[in-house]
């Protein structure tokens, strides 16, 4: 059995991958686990998205914290990022967040934040796993539960801090995916002064990513053309990325909001050791910018908590993903998608630009992904003929593009991921790749 935790805490189908006797069972042992880490009677945050699952895997959640000892503070449905504010607002020993991100409505999942905002180390996350075995404890009394108190309110005024310039005279169009941010994003852009048009921002608890949100900014995008918009913003579920279109319809992926404002920063005097944190993901094209930009880069592996870690080991103030997932160290402690996007357009506010000249100071290569089911991800790690095929390819491409294969950390996926000056050679690449994935490691 591989491990229960992936990149982003635990993640399956509602219901027969992830059970209510999964969920009370992790309640029940992150309550151990804090225990033995000094933690002798642990407050959790705990935060949901719109899923309909999210309603009955919380409360399976909730009663296996209170039933160990732990005490809860509902925050409700909130962003992912919210709730690792909202821990440390409220100086509880751990955030936990019910949510598969940009899953379909039909996944959900539960990651657990420290009393820091971080997500748990892997190293924690084992310890939990290893103790859903373990005897459950004799407890003399129920843990307590309370809502939590102004924290949304708290959270928008600490996003409204980050502004640096106010938004009056901009027309945005902001994507929610029907996710946990449909009421809180249009909120935040309006208090900073912009007039918000707001799709996707009805959940109903089964419609959560369907078509919309930051896996479809072409949705936004269309939506910013037709109704003459100076921007447009796409985020996830669970509101931990966003991604952009500019008043013509191009989609900005989170390369170009990294690139974008690395140089703002840079340039303000407010990028640590001008260096930016990004993965093995970013596209080539994000690699030369910065090169000619004199900024330095280390890469990190895919996963916003590795390039926080990173971050966290060399002090950097800025990392972040191509999907979206941004990192402002001096406002935050994960990806937040709100925040991404208060600081994406209000750097270009402040300079009185658009964020197409935001996002041009790099140019994106032609990516080519193609994903290929497998029933077991890990076994590419001897796959002597995925690397084969890899080794061919790149030698073809040279120095005018790359390739990349990895397993997703969320998903029985092996994702082959091509970068070139064509995408038409970027594809035959790809397609070349994964032919030998799916010929050797698929079903």
């Not at 309603?55 to 990022?81: Q, S």
């Not at 005279?169 to 048009?197: F, H, K, M, Q, T």
Request: glycine fraction near 12%.
């Amino acid at each position: 059995m591989g491990r229960l935790f992936g990149t982003d805490g635990v993640r399956g189908l509602a219901g027969t991958e992830l059970t209510s006797d999964l969920a009370f069972g992790l309640g029940r042992a992150a309550v151990a686990v804090l225990g033995r880490h000094g933690e002798g009677h642990p407050t959790f945050v705990v935060g949901r998205d719109p899923r309909a699952s999210g309603e009955w895997l919380g409360y399976a959640l909730t009663e296996g914290i209170r039933r160990a000892g732990g005490d809860v503070i509902l925050a409700g449905i909130e962003p992912t990022p919210a709730v690792a504010f909202m821990t440390i607002d409220q100086g509880a020993s751990a955030g936990v967040v019910i949510s598969a991100s940009h899953n379909p409505a039909e996944y959900n999942g539960i990651k657990f934040f420290d009393r820091a905002g971080m997500k748990l180390p892997d190293a924690i996350e084992d310890e939990i796993e290893a103790a859903l075995g373990d005897e459950p404890v004799t407890t003399t009394s129920m843990g307590h539960l309370r809502p939590i108190a102004e924290g949304r309110e708290r959270y928008l005024r600490h996003l409204e801090g980050a502004a640096l310039a106010r938004l009056d005279g901009w027309r945005v169009v902001i994507d929610c995916a029907n996710g946990a941010a449909s009421e809180l994003a249009p909120e935040l852009l309006r208090r900073l002064g912009a007039e918000v048009v707001a799709i996707n921002a009805s959940p109903d608890g089964a419609n959560i990513n369907e078509g919309c949100g930051a896996l479809h900014p072409d949705v936004v995008a269309a939506e910013v053309v037709h109704r003459g918009a100076d921007a447009g913003i796409s985020h996830d579920g669970d509101a931990d990325r966003a991604l952009f279109a500019d008043h013509d319809g191009a989609v900005i992926d989170g390369d170009q909001v990294l690139a974008g404002c690395a140089v703002a920063m840079r340039d303000a005097g407010a990028l640590h050791d001008d260096t930016v944190i990004a993965t093995v993901m970013s596209n080539v094209g994000f690699m030369r910018a910065m090169k000619e930009a004199d900024i330095h880069v280390e890469l990190a592996r895919v996963g916003d908590r590795y390039v926080l870690e990173e971050m966290r080991r060399l002090g950097a103030s800025l990392g972040g993903e191509q999907s979206g997932h941004v990192i402002f160290a001096d406002h935050a402690t994960t990806g937040d998608g709100l925040l991404t996007a208060v600081r994406f357009l209000t750097t270009a506010a402040a300079a009185g630009v658009g964020v197409s000249r935001l996002a041009s100071v790099m140019r994106r290569y032609p990516q080519v992904m193609i994903n290929v089911s497998v029933p077991d991800r890990e076994a590419l790690a001897d796959a002597a003929a995925v690397e084969a095929a890899v080794d061919r390819a790149e030698a073809s491409l040279g120095d005018a593009g790359r390739v990349l294969v990895r397993q997703s950390g969320t998903e029985p996926l092996i994702r082959v991921m091509v970068e070139a000056e064509t995408e038409a050679e970027a594809r035959v690449h790809a397609e070349s790749v994964a032919q030998v994935v799916r010929a050797t490691l698929g079903y």
